[in-house]
């Protein structure tokens, strides 16, 4: 006879002591290795691990282990939906920051170590960032929906173990990365290919010099090159896009999303050792189970102040549910709960990429002040130290040069048992940028492509009063060529005056001022109409004839309006004589036109640097809206 197991096990009350400690010591072996409980580290970790062990063996003997894998299906079920809902909000945002796993130097490195091939490559899948972004979103979520009901567990322990292998494969990366190694890289340039070939004639070229490049083979159709290089090091997983940086002001850091990794790694494995004895939740465990995924979804929600997913897994749970307890032999299984699941993702992420994220954590969402997020961030804190080398046993010591210990020590006099190895600068504080970095949002223009259009603006006529300075007009003497200088330029050393005759006073180009921005201007002009293009080329047309429209009144009322692009001046020259544009254009840094809005174009509207409003190209409001609604106020 066929013994059912229960959630109880041999003992319910100490079942749920021994999960308790599991958890307990799990989350003690986490803390100890964080650097904030560096003093404590042993301390912690030793009896984290003890208390896994001995809690983990008490639930193997007294049959507890359906009991802790319910409770990690819980906590894994809720995170994979909210971690799912938040890459899924933003999913273009999800797709950049997979492109840059992509990248030659970036996850394929190392593939190249561990196998030996210098050739291997990712970078193919940049093309489909978007699609892998999406696809993953949904994974996620279905997968979080059917761990919570029980749905098909033998499949969806096995897929929750390979995702999970795959994330924490992905963050260990990034927190081992070391930009100052060197891998081998491998490229083979088409020769049949003009940039290719061009770029081979370079490497060719060198090779002759530098010992780092070299030609492995060439013939008639390719050159291959083999290339010590430097690994790309991703900074941030973004495993939570950019809404950790948005809700409580900073993003895991890559040590901290490897051990959240590795925490729900155990938990899925817990629930793989599990999986035979999972069913499918009846009515009175969906009553216990689904209320308190819900709590800790909306726990999570509130971390992100986001509380969107809370309404989003009720629905998309209950509809699980409900399909699954339809009879019908076709329908009424958890691969059409799975469906459906997919179904509620797809209209949700076809909103966010029609329009702009549901929740916009980024820095240039709507109600946001900008110029104090340009001064949110931390220089960081660094300290000098000494380091010394113990000459028999290689022990390393730090010292500040300044410190009462140092002093005492006087290490620098035994060097017969000390060694000086090197200064190093040791971080104490971290380093954070702020949220926008004026190097990188500087909207602005060349003195020299300045159009009419641009010239109407009066930021930009009061910064052209400035171009002007005291200059001379000097003469070579033998040569009778003319020279115009600044005059402050001017010395005797550089142009002597048996060789140099002096023969006028004059105006010259302000050789300090050769850009005009107007980033100062966005941040101060009591109303501002703004539309963002990260590229010229890839403009959603279709919304060109609403956006000249609402140019044509702005100017009517007087209220400034601009456009900011991510593109080249012979692409904004081609672009307003092709459709006959008459508004000021200024250029800036197209991966931060990537953070403004996901779209191409989006409109943003300013009072006095605070973000009123901010619309894709499907959403354009009217002029007459834009005025009545967030200009009047």
């Given at each position: 006879m066929k013994t059912t197991r229960t959630i109880s096990g041999h003992s319910l009350p100490l079942n749920v002591l021994f999960v308790i400690l599991n958890l307990a010591g799990l989350a003690l072996t986490t803390m100890g290795f964080h650097d904030h409980f560096e003093a404590q580290k042993m301390l912690f970790v030793s009896i984290g691990l003890v208390l896994m062990l001995f809690s983990a063996v008490a639930l193997v003997f007294f049959k507890g282990r359906l009991m802790i894998a319910t409770v990690s299906r819980i906590i894994v079920g809720s995170l994979f939906i909210v971690s799912g809902l938040i890459k899924a909000n933003d999913p273009l945002g999800f797709s950049y920051k997979l492109e840059e796993y992509f990248e030659d130097g970036a996850l394929a490195y190392r593939i190249k170590e561990f196998f030996g091939a210098p050739g291997f490559s990712l970078e193919y899948f940049i093309q489909h960032a978007l699609a892998l972004s999406v696809i993953i979103c949904i994974a996620e979520i279905v997968l979080g929906v059917l761990v919570i009901i029980g749905g098909k567990m033998r499949l969806v322990s096995w897929l929750l173990v390979i995702m999970m292998l795959f994330f924490t494969f992905l963050t260990w990366h990034t927190s081992s990365c070391d930009a100052k190694t060197k891998f081998v890289d491998r490229d083979t340039y088409s020769l049949a290919i003009a940039k290719e070939a061009s770029l081979a004639d370079t490497k060719i070229e060198e090779a002759k010099t530098n010992k780092e490049i070299k030609i492995i083979s060439k013939n008639s159709?390719?050159?291959?090159?083999?290339?010590?290089?430097?690994?790309?090091?991703?900074?941030?997983?973004?495993?939570?896009?950019?809404?950790?940086?948005?809700?409580?002001?900073?993003?895991?850091?890559?040590?901290?999303?490897?051990?959240?990794?590795?925490?729900?790694?155990?938990l899925v494995i817990w629930i793989f050792a599990a999986?035979?004895?999972?069913?499918?939740?009846?009515?009175?465990?969906?009553?216990?189970y689904v209320p308190i995924s819900l709590l800790l979804i909306a726990g999570l929600s509130w971390v992100f102040d986001w509380y969107f997913p809370i309404v989003f897994s009720l629905i998309a749970i209950l509809a699980a549910l409900w399909i699954y307890r339809v009879r019908n032999k076709r329908i009424g299984n958890h691969y059409s709960s799975a469906l459906i699941v997919t179904c509620l993702c797809g209209i949700f992420i076809w909103y966010v990429l029609r329009y702009d994220p549901l929740r916009d954590y980024r820095a240039y969402a709507v109600g946001n002040y900008l110029p104090d997020l340009t001064k949110n961030?931390?220089?960081?804190?660094?300290?000098?130290?000494?380091?010394?080398?113990?000459?028999?046993?290689?022990?390393?010591?730090?010292?500040?040069?300044?410190?009462?210990?140092f002093m005492a020590s006087k290490i620098w006099e035994k060097t017969g048992e000390w060694k000086y190895l090197e200064m190093i600068n040791k971080e104490i504080i971290p380093m954070r940028l702020p949220s926008i970095d004026?190097?990188?949002?500087?909207?602005?223009?060349?003195?020299?492509?300045?159009?009419?259009?641009?010239?109407?603006?009066?930021?930009?006529?009061?910064?052209?009063?400035?171009?002007?300075?005291?200059?001379?007009?000097?003469?070579?003497?033998?040569?009778?060529e003319r020279t115009e200088i600044p005059e402050v330029e001017y010395n005797v050393e550089s142009y002597p005056p048996d060789t140099y005759a002096i023969l006028d006073t004059i105006e010259v180009e302000n050789p300090e001022l050769s850009d005009v921005s107007i980033r100062q201007f966005l941040f101060t002009a009591p109303k501002v109409i703004v539309v963002f293009s990260r590229n010229l080329k890839e403009f959603d047309l279709n919304h060109l004839s609403e956006i000249k429209s609402i140019a044509a009144k702005a100017k009517k009322a007087a209220i400034p309006f601009v456009l900011v692009v991510g593109s080249g001046d012979e692409e904004i020259a081609a672009f307003k004589k092709k459709h006959d544009l008459h508004v000021p254009i200024f250029i800036n840094d197209g991966v931060e036109l990537k953070a403004v809005s996901r779209a191409n174009p989006a409109l943003m509207v300013l009072r006095y640097g605070r973000v009123k409003g901010k619309y894709t190209g499907n959403s354009l409001p009217t002029f007459n809206w834009i005025q009545r609604n967030l200009l009047a106020k």
């Open positions: 159709k390719e050159v291959v090159v083999e290339e010590l290089k430097a690994p790309q090091c991703v900074t941030d997983c973004g495993c939570f896009g950019d809404a950790m940086k948005g809700s409580v002001g900073r993003s895991l850091t890559p040590k901290e999303s490897l051990w959240k990794d590795i925490v729900l790694l155990y999986q035979g004895m999972i069913k499918p939740n009846n009515v009175r465990q969906n009553w216990i961030g931390d220089p960081g804190k660094y300290q000098s130290l000494l380091v010394y080398k113990n000459i028999q046993t290689g022990e390393k010591k730090e010292y500040d040069g300044s410190s009462k210990e004026t190097a990188q949002f500087n909207p602005s223009c060349s003195i020299s492509s300045l159009s009419e259009d641009e010239l109407q603006l009066d930021v930009v006529k009061k910064q052209l009063k400035n171009t002007k300075v005291s200059g001379l007009r000097l003469e070579d003497k033998v040569t009778k």
